[in-house]
């Protein structure tokens, strides 16, 4: 993913940042998560804007080529920001 998807992903027109995160730990009973990318964009219409894009399918198939045997269930969820807090010391 880091080397093939997160690439491809930096391509997305009007892209702001992006993120490969995977699971460090997870407390019992939590859904199973291995794998997150944080997409950033200005706003929803940008985020459409570059999903609407023809780099969706390159995307797409690099995706498709880097899960190879995953069996499990792939989740979009678009959120925005609801508040944030400055360092903690």
């Known amino acids: 993913m880091r080397d093939g998807v997160l690439p491809a992903i930096a391509r997305y027109p009007g892209l702001r940042r992006a993120t490969l995160r995977r699971a ?3 407390e019992p009973g ?3 998560v291995y794998m997150t990318f ?13 999903l609407a894009s023809p780099v969706r399918q390159e995307v797409r198939a690099r995706i498709a080529e880097a899960m190879g045997p995953f069996e499990g269930r792939v989740y ?13 010391s």
Not at 38 to 50: G, N, Q, T
């Open 38 to 50: 944080e997409l950033w964009f200005d706003d929803l219409a940008a985020m459409e804007a570059a």
């Open 24 to 26: 460090a730990e997870q």
């Open 30 to 32: 939590a859904p199973s």
């Open 76 to 88: 979009h969820l678009v959120l925005e920001e609801a508040g944030e807090t400055g360092p903690v």
